[in-house]
């Protein structure tokens, strides 16, 4: 039973206060008024588990994953189609769901749903949860009546947008893992290995070579200075994820990625496939070419390629065509333009769209298939290099103290 702490008001005008159990506050101030007091002010107290129960939650409050958002509109498209109620729906679907953003994202569209608010309307008011993309999508299909259609093309979007994605994590792992490993090992040796080298070699007194000069002052740098670089390091991560949140900042880093060595065209066609069957999606279903254009920016999640999207529907605003503003944003090779034109002109610009983006899948394909054969060389002349530089900067005064030993 909840515990409340009260202050009040005898008949004679003493203040008094004190705890009680009730099972309401109403429930609570009844019974205060009955035993001759007035109350003041009731205040419910929470017990300690209640409050670790709302730390767990949220804790584990983050946005749904991508595998998610896939069940859902799997499931949605499922049951609507078998003709089971919207709302009946939802809830079903929320019982077999273990994140707790989406599960309360679901029962609030319940309880929207049932004050005679649309659906797509709902969603609007969770953007954490559903992209522009994700809503436009059900706008549609609630207008034209197909809205398990428009969640059965929304499952198949996310599917494919996961296989993209996971290709590229898997591809990026072990590069990302082998410098990890790298800076570890580095970090160690400076700070454990080289100074009990740096003894001996001090006690020498002979001129060191330039590799072995080099270890140590770095050695001493970090011994000396490695709370400061850790505090510099902490601040700059934070400092960092501040920027990126700002719209600068975004633009920036997002246009940076495109330009990494290897990895940057890879994500670059990644993200031109991801345009390409997001805004033949749009097309597809009915959705404006300009507000296809708007939604399908946001769904790109890349600020560089999202502002590129953005002059072609400024383009088309003025009277250009897509052919014309698309070539403008210089996003796409000549072969795409020509496809894209092909498809305005014999109105079927969703299809192109998908050709276009199966070109892209399958450029991506190939490309992830042979990173890891194009960063291995990479990386064994990084490791090769470091390790001559140890094995130089160590061994070269100890052959050093080793012939002067010998004479």
């Known amino acids: 039973m909840p515990l409340f ?8 005008g003493e203040s008094l206060h004190g705890r009680m159990d009730a099972t309401t506050m109403d429930a609570a101030a009844s019974q205060l008024l009955k035993s001759g007091i007035t109350p003041i002010e009731i205040i419910e107290l929470k017990n300690s588990t209640d409050y670790l129960k709302q730390i767990a939650r949220w804790w584990n409050s983050h946005p749904p994953k991508l595998q998610d958002l896939i069940f859902l509109s799997r499931q949605m498209y499922t049951l609507m189609k078998a003709g089971v109620p919207i709302t009946r729906a939802i809830k079903g679907i929320a019982d077999n769901l273990t994140n707790p953003l989406l599960i309360d994202t ?69 590069p990302v893992i082998v410098f990890g490993f790298i800076i570890a090992a580095l970090v160690v040796i400076n700070l454990f290995v080289i100074p009990q080298f740096s003894g001996i070699f001090s006690k020498f007194g002979a001129d060191l070579p330039w590799q072995t000069k080099i270890l140590i002052t770095t050695s001493d740098f970090m011994q000396n200075y490695w709370p400061h670089m850790l505090v510099a390091s902490i601040g700059f991560y ?39 069957t997001s805004f033949a999606l749009t097309v597809r279903s009915g959705v404006p070419l300009i507000q296809g254009l708007n939604v399908t920016g946001h769904a790109v999640d890349n600020a560089y390629i999202g502002d590129k999207i953005s002059q072609m529907r400024i383009g088309i605003e003025k009277g250009d065509s897509l052919t014309r503003t698309a070539a403008s944003t210089q996003m796409f090779t000549p072969l795409i333009i ?70």
């Open 5 to 12: 702490q009260y202050k009040a008001r005898n008949n004679t």
């Open 106 to 174: 679901l029962h609030d569209l319940v309880t929207s749903l049932e004050s005679g608010r649309e659906l797509s309307t709902a969603m609007s008011q969770h953007p954490k949860v559903f992209n522009r993309l994700f809503i436009s999508m059900v706008r549609v299909g609630e207008s034209t009546g197909e809205l398990d259609g428009a969640f059965g093309k929304l499952s198949d979007y996310l599917e494919r947008e996961k296989e993209t994605r996971d290709r590229i994590k898997q591809a990026t792992r072990y």
């Open 238 to 276: 934070f400092w960092l994820q501040h920027y990126l949140k700002t719209a600068k900042g975004r633009l920036y880093w997002d246009r940076f990625k495109l330009r990494i060595p290897l990895i940057g065209n890879v994500l670059y066609e990644a993200l031109l496939a991801r345009f390409a």
């Open 338 to 407: 020509q496809m894209i034109q092909v498809g305005e002109e014999t109105g079927a610009v969703d299809e192109m769209l998908e050709s276009v983006a199966g070109y892209y899948d399958r450029e991506v394909d190939y490309k992830l298939k042979n990173l890891s054969s194009a960063i291995e060389p990479i990386l064994i002349i990084v490791i090769g290099a470091i390790v001559l530089m140890l094995a130089l900067g160590v061994f070269l005064p100890l052959w050093d103290l080793n012939s002067v030993i010998q004479q």
